[in-house]
């Protein structure tokens, strides 16, 4: 984004401090570490820190100019602008910044789980016809999506925006400052219900993704979904839906399994992604559905979902010595702990899950921790071994039901020896948990024992 100082002034209704020459800012930082061409830095204040302290470092790094809340004392020579709150600030400049790009398109992506992954899938896509862009790691929430909103480069003509939520008027904000063409609703599942009580709630937070869209907007929803399937009708937005099970207007048929993959056709085109986990057919399926939305033939749009959406510790398989390790710390709910133990089984060999609690589930935590064990007990799982203070109702559902699965739980410093225990010469290990429980670590120290 280029806009000269003078236009950032005007729109946050402030006096230009230090004035001299008006300068063109091309980018926007929030770290003081973090300093490009031409760059505004924006000092935000958390609970921890203050990015007010990091001014003097912001400009000694090539900052042409900063915001402030705070009264500063700095070099005579560097502009700024005084406001009552930075980070409100940056939100209304990104807002004013997407009202002012009228030519660019862009989806809006939201969802229970598969946000990140279809995200990926998406870009790929569209990367094949236009000049794309995407928001990066968890740069999805109140500060994360108006900060990417400012760095979209003025030649971007499509940009891919990942939404999170945990209650109701969070996606409404993020969607009224990025006013997106196309919505997705990837799934209505369990994560934050904590907050939002039912799973018809999370539905009515995540159809917010609404409330910032044209008239003429498009809303793409999974059609497997219950909830999504159930209230589709509810929706403001024209519905374009995707799925494998109900009929859909994208709808995944003839689906083959291979070693390294899927294969599958959508209205007579046959499709293939690189991956272990069944649900990234649903994944890829959105992003079939804005391909062709947006008119990009099918041959770019199979090429663009060709490439491996490999991202850290969201299934990522890791192979050493006859012996696979599937890395799924970075987060967990009821839905992806079953899509990821069922992608475990395609697997051959021994199979050990390692499984951890997932969080924010409140009163709710018992049932869906207890729903997994259930699941467990029906699939042809060797070893369980979980760890956490939920996860024992995993545990306990798997000691009860099953006499074939060894069950385990332990502590996280225990895992480890029982893991050197039960290991095979071919054998899996899945590890999953919310990323609260850090279980992460347990994955590293794992490897490196290895």
Request: proline share 2%; hydrophobic share 40%; net charge neutral.
């Amino acid at each position: 984004m280029s806009l000269w100082l003078s236009e950032i002034a005007e729109t946050l209704h402030t006096n230009i401090e230090n004035f001299r020459d008006d300068v063109l800012i091309e980018s926007f930082s929030i770290n003081s570490k973090s300093i490009g061409k031409n760059t505004l830095f924006i000092p935000l204040k958390g609970n921890k820190f203050d990015g007010h302290d990091f001014i003097q470092e912001a400009i000694s790094r090539g900052a042409i100019s900063f915001i402030t809340q705070k009264d500063v004392n700095t070099e005579k020579s560097c502009p700024y602008l005084k406001v009552e709150d930075t980070l409100k600030a940056m939100q209304i400049l990104a807002k004013a910044y997407r009202e002012k790009r009228k030519d660019l398109i862009v989806i809006g992506i939201t969802g229970s789980v598969g946000k990140t992954t279809t995200k990926e899938y998406v870009f790929n896509v569209l990367s094949n016809k236009f000049r794309s862009y995407k928001n990066e790691g968890n740069f999805n929430n109140h500060i994360g999506l108006p900060y990417s909103i400012l760095n979209i480069p003025d030649e971007v003509k499509v940009a891919t925006l990942e939404m999170g939520m945990s209650n109701f008027g969070e996606i409404s904000f993020l969607s009224k400052i990025a006013k997106p063409n196309i919505g997705i609703i990837t799934n209505i599942g369990v994560a934050h219900i904590e907050n939002l009580k039912t799973r018809y709630n999370i539905f009515l937070a995540k159809s917010e993704i609404q409330d910032g869209m044209p008239n003429d907007g498009i809303l793409i929803i999974n059609n497997d979904n219950d909830i999504l399937y159930s209230h589709r009708h509810e929706l403001k937005r024209k519905v374009v839906t995707v799925g494998i099970e109900n009929d859909a207007d994208f709808r995944a048929k003839d689906i083959q399994k291979v070693d390294n993959g899927f294969f599958f056709v959508v209205s007579n085109h046959k499709y293939f992604i690189e991956s272990f986990n069944f649900h990234d057919i649903y994944n890829s399926l959105f992003a079939i559905a804005v391909g062709e939305i947006l008119g990009i033939e099918k041959e770019a749009i199979e090429k663009g979902i060709l490439k491996k959406c490999g991202l850290r510790r969201r299934f990522e398989v890791i192979k050493k010595d006859g012996l696979t390790v599937v890395d799924d710390s970075y987060n967990a709910s009821t839905h992806s702990m079953m899509s990821a133990i069922n992608g475990v089984c395609g697997f051959s060999g021994k199979k050990i899950l390692v499984l951890g609690d997932m969080l924010e589930l409140g009163e709710f935590s018992e049932q869906e921790h207890r729903k997994v064990g259930k699941y467990i007990v029906s699939k042809p799982i060797d070893v369980i071994i979980c760890t956490g203070k939920d996860a024992f109702y995993i545990f306990d559902e798997v000691r009860k039901n099953s006499s074939s699965i060894k069950a385990y739980y332990a502590s996280k410093e225990e895992c480890l020896n029982i893991l050197k225990k039960e290991i095979e010469i071919e054998t899996v290990v899945l590890f999953k948990a919310s990323r609260g429980m850090k279980l992460d670590e347990l994955v590293d120290n794992f490897l490196r024992g290895l």
